[in-house]
């Protein structure tokens, strides 16, 4: 069993920035890609960012490209996401999650989650 806890969220204007956190418990971090999502109230939870564990190939939703850099420290057993240039369309609960499917845009693949943590920009 792997228990995923972010941090980093809060209330930032627009432009601003912020670095999520995912601290992952267990021992098989580095076995998982790891992958961010989102969601806003009333609106279905969408993709933002992944972290394949075996290629170690990078991922991001159109909308963040550009903006947002998801890393990963294996050896802390953990991910981050940099969230630059902000906008207000960014406002969500920001969600980190482990997977070993390839089909790293979908969150039914998605084994373990984190409590989530919110993220608001305002303008």
């Known amino acids: 069993q792997v228990q995923l806890v972010e941090s980093g969220g809060g209330l930032v204007q627009a432009g601003g920035s912020l670095r999520l956190s995912c601290a992952a418990s267990g021992r098989t971090f580095n076995m998982y890609t790891v992958g961010w999502f989102r969601q806003a109230p009333g609106k279905e939870r969408e993709f933002v960012a992944a972290?394949?564990?075996?290629?170690?190939?990078?991922y991001y939703a159109d909308s963040v490209k550009g903006r947002f850099t998801i890393s990963r420290d294996d050896p802390k057993n953990t991910g981050y996401l940099q969230m630059n240039s902000l906008k207000p369309a960014d406002t969500a609960i920001y969600y980190c999650?482990?997977?070993?499917?390839?089909?790293?845009?979908?969150?039914?693949?998605?084994?373990?989650w984190g409590q989530g943590t919110q993220v608001t920009v305002s303008s």
């Open positions: 972290f394949t564990w075996s290629r170690r190939f990078t």
């Open positions: 999650a482990l997977t070993k499917s390839g089909y790293y845009d979908r969150p039914t693949q998605y084994d373990y």
